[in-house]
């Protein structure tokens, strides 16, 4: 008995623990390991006396949106949609989880963050790690050759979450591919422009996209002496530049994957590289990457680009970076990622990236593996990272204190007397029936006061009132909230004017 005491003693002790870390704003890892804790304690209790208990709370790296939270995404998708089909997408979806053998051996060191599920008699299945692979088997599946495609959907990865910094198990992907033969690099550099386009829009601050081929990071490798059976591998250490120093990484290299420290030291000399198209030219003159084969046809593909991208006007957003190596096994040409930029502190120093927030590639072989026959199909896509943005956008609207409309009603039906609630039914039905987005309150008598407050509250913008002088001179009193301003409207004019006070280009809400 004294045991159990205790035992609730170190119970309440932990809860005040996390109850005081919440209060303080803690970061959600340290919150999550305290609450953890608390389970851990909760569970060695017990059930008590009989009565089964449990925490409730979402599986770790997930989260519940709230509706001001949907309304920021909404937001966030319309533009990331209305770019898509602004460059003549379609769009598909596909199942939630697919065959096991189909995720296998697409992403490298990745593979063992994918959820498989429980064998339930029948087929081994795994929840998607992302969306190209499904529109690969797709396409394959279907025998298309030729589609310009975009997929907004969830996708699972039992990675381990940093949830402050937008990064989840389960997550949105928006999703722009271009499958089918084309002339080099005009799909390419026009997933590049969608990539600005849409950042540009969202209006999340600076960001530069960096460019890279896998093609002269494979030469670079065999030039630099490293076994062909080492390429992917060390692919995923030089793709961790962006996080920790060269340093580190040269490391791992030597120290974990076995490397020589003179081949390290020359991938070095290479990887801290990044400049724009006179760097593509620079190193179209070294004398041992321009005589390797892959290496030459990747750099003048990416000097073909920076033409296109020129055009385009984009081309002062985009570093040709040699550190850059994305560790999914797929890509076989161009790759991207586009990181936002912290302003310096000091002059004179060069911005910091702080986060990749969309990135990319050309995956030409991917298709192929699907296919009985290895027919490939050439494609290259993008794919814009939502989480992170919503976090952002999220922070930025905090910080400024602004209010976020989560409905769209237009108006609000309101009565100023008594015992007209059948009146009200009537109008709402009539402005629901014409298209018209309309509420009113689930009250017999509501008070004039509480149905205006409402309206506030909710960001409403126009209240429709109902009295009997009204009803007797056929009318509606339409108020403008934020004006306080009313006019009579004959009844069958209503439904125009709040159309046209609510309009796009006049609405104030």
Not at 241 to 258: F, I, R
Not at 297 to 318: H, N, P, R, S, V
Not at 393 to 402: F, I, P, T
Not at 454 to 482: F, H, M, N, T, W
């Amino acid at each position: 008995m004294a045991e159990r005491a205790a035992l609730e003693e170190l119970v309440r002790l932990q809860g005040e623990r996390v109850r005081g870390l919440k209060q303080q704003k803690a970061s959600a890892e340290q919150i999550e390991e305290e609450v953890a804790k608390l389970l851990k304690l909760k569970a060695q209790l017990g059930p008590d006396e009989g009565k089964q208990k449990f925490v409730l709370k979402t599986p770790k790296g997930t989260r519940d949106y709230s509706p001001r939270q949907m309304a920021i995404r909404e937001k966030v998708f319309d533009v990331i949609i209305s770019c898509f089909k602004r460059h003549g997408a379609e769009v598909i979806d596909t199942p939630v989880f697919e065959l096991k053998e189909t995720l296998t051996g697409k992403y490298g060191e990745d593979s063992k963050l994918i959820y498989d599920l429980k064998d339930q008699g029948g087929e081994l299945l795994s929840l998607r790690y992302d969306l190209t692979v499904p529109f690969a088997r797709y396409l394959a599946m279907n025998k298309l050759t030729n589609i310009k495609r975009y997929h907004i959907a969830k996708v699972y990865r039992r990675d381990n979450p940093a949830m402050t910094r937008g990064r989840y198990r389960e997550f949105y992907q928006c999703d722009f591919d271009i499958a089918g033969q084309f002339d080099p690099m005009i799909p390419d550099a026009e997933c590049l422009k969608i990539m600005c386009e849409i950042l540009s829009s969202l209006q999340i601050g600076d960001f530069l996209v960096k460019v890279n081929d896998r093609r002269i990071l494979d030469g670079m490798f065999a030039i630099c002496g490293v076994p062909d059976s080492k390429f992917r591998t060390i692919c995923s250490s030089v793709d961790k530049l962006d996080k920790v120093s060269w340093e580190e990484v040269k490391n791992e290299m030597v120290g974990e994957k076995g490397l020589t420290p003179e081949v390290a030291d020359h991938i070095g000399d290479y990887v801290q590289q990044h400049g724009g198209v006179s760097l593509v030219e620079q190193l179209l003159q070294d004398p041992k990457l321009s005589q390797n084969k892959q290496a030459l046809e990747g750099l003048e593909d990416l000097k073909l680009l920076f033409e296109y991208l020129t055009l385009f006007g984009i081309a002062d957003k985009i570093s040709f970076d040699l550190s850059l190596a994305r560790g999914l096994d797929y890509y076989t040409g161009v790759i991207y990622e586009a990181v936002l930029l912290q302003t310096p502190v000091r002059p004179g120093e060069e911005p910091l990236g702080v986060g990749s927030v969309a990135a990319g590639g050309r995956y030409d072989g991917l298709v192929g593996m699907f296919d009985p026959k290895g027919r490939k199909v050439p494609c290259v896509g993008l794919s814009i990272g939502v989480e992170r943005i919503f976090s952002i956008v999220e922070q930025r609207l905090e910080a400024l204190e602004e209010k976020v409309r989560t409905t769209e009603t237009q108006v609000l039906v309101a009565s100023a007397q008594k015992r007209l609630l059948e009146e009200r039914l009537k109008l709402v039905s009539e402005l629901w029936d014409a298209g018209i987005k309309a509420e009113l309150l689930y009250k017999k008598n509501p008070k004039l006061l509480n149905q205006l407050q409402y309206c506030e509250e909710a960001g409403i913008p126009l209240v429709a009132i109902i009295g009997e002088q009204e009803l007797k001179d056929g009318v509606i009193k339409l108020r403008s909230v934020a004006s306080r301003e009313e006019v009579d409207v004959r009844r069958e004019d209503l439904v125009e004017e709040i159309k046209r006070r609510t309009s796009p280009a006049l609405c104030i809400c």
